[in-house]
């Protein structure tokens, strides 16, 4: 009766025990499909104050208008694997056939990077 018990409390405390953090997580990826048809990004890496960034620009399109642009920033190892993410806000709208530059942070160093569209709100005419 003893051991059951024993093995209860011990079973009990590993439920309350928060998951590893060395659990292997699934990278992220755009929440909008085909952005790339309507908008191109054309960046470089880069150093602002000592840290990386990427910078370069950004370019609707599409006939319509996007706000909450987000760009999806990956930290790649030598082969290629994402081993860092960030997102990032562009913080102005995007107008529909404009271009715009911008730069945001990497996530820290990296061999390469890569810049990706994450996701943005569509909106038609004027935004006012």
Known sequence: MKSFRS??????LLALMP?????ATKPLEPLVVGSENVIQLQWQAAQHRGRPVLSGYIENDS?????????????????????????NWLGDDLGASARTFFEVPAPGPAASYRGRVFAFDRY????G
Request: net charge neutral.
């Open 124 to 127: 038609e005419g004027d935004k």
């Open 19 to 23: 998951a590893s953090s060395g659990a």
């Open 63 to 87: 006939l319509y208008g996007m706000t909450r642009v987000r760009l999806l920033v990956e930290a790649l190892d030598s082969q290629g694997t994402v081993i860092r993410q960030t997102v």
């Open 7 to 12: 093995t209860l409390v011990a079973l009990s």
